[in-house]
């Protein structure tokens, strides 16, 4: 199973993905977003590729119908998806981390920073695949790609481009 996964893509009047975020989506099983959708017309969009699961972003002001967090359980990983902004501590992955506190949870993918980032805390990985339309100081735009195995094991990894 691959799992595409964006966030902080500010989708408003006049901006497009670029195509090779669209080329990576053609190849899919499933998309996760992060949140800063900005417009629903994206989500309807990469809902005709794949199946979405996505949470709310400080930006998605026009979304409330998404959640804050969500628990998805993909093969056998439980992953949980937030944006960041929301929670408690002195940066986004730690806040993106605390709000998960008590649940059972493989990974955390999460997003607000424009950051890439990948590390292992306290067992659970903290991914942020940074943001395919607004690096915000970062050298490259990027996405992430989730490689689930019918056996469990899986790799992770950032598209930069």
Same mark, same amino acid.
């Given at each position: 199973m691959k799992i595409a996964i964006l966030s902080d893509t500010h989708i408003r009047y006049g901006r497009k993905l670029p195509s090779f975020v669209w080329n990576v989506l053609s190849e899919v099983d499933t998309i996760i977003h992060a949140g800063d959708v900005v417009t629903k017309s994206l989500i309807e969009e990469l809902d005709l590729i794949a199946p979405v699961i996505a949470v709310r972003g400080n930006c998605d002001w026009l979304m409330e119908e998404l959640p804050e967090k969500i628990i998805a359980k993909l093969g056998s990983l439980r992953i949980g998806?937030?944006?960041?902004?929301?929670g408690s501590g002195k940066n986004t992955p730690e806040r993106a981390y605390n709000f !998960? &506190?008590?649940?059972?949870?493989?990974?955390?993918? !999460?997003?607000?920073s424009h950051i890439p980032y990948k590390n292992v805390y306290e067992g659970v990985l903290l991914f942020n695949p940074? &943001?395919?339309t607004e690096r915000r100081?970062?050298?490259?735009f990027s996405m992430g790609l989730l490689n689930l195995s019918e056996k469990g094991n899986f790799d992770i990894q950032h598209l930069f481009f």
């Open positions: 998806v937030t944006h960041g902004y929301l !998960f &506190s008590g649940e059972d949870v493989d990974m955390i993918i !999460f997003g607000h940074g &943001s395919p100081g970062q050298p490259q």
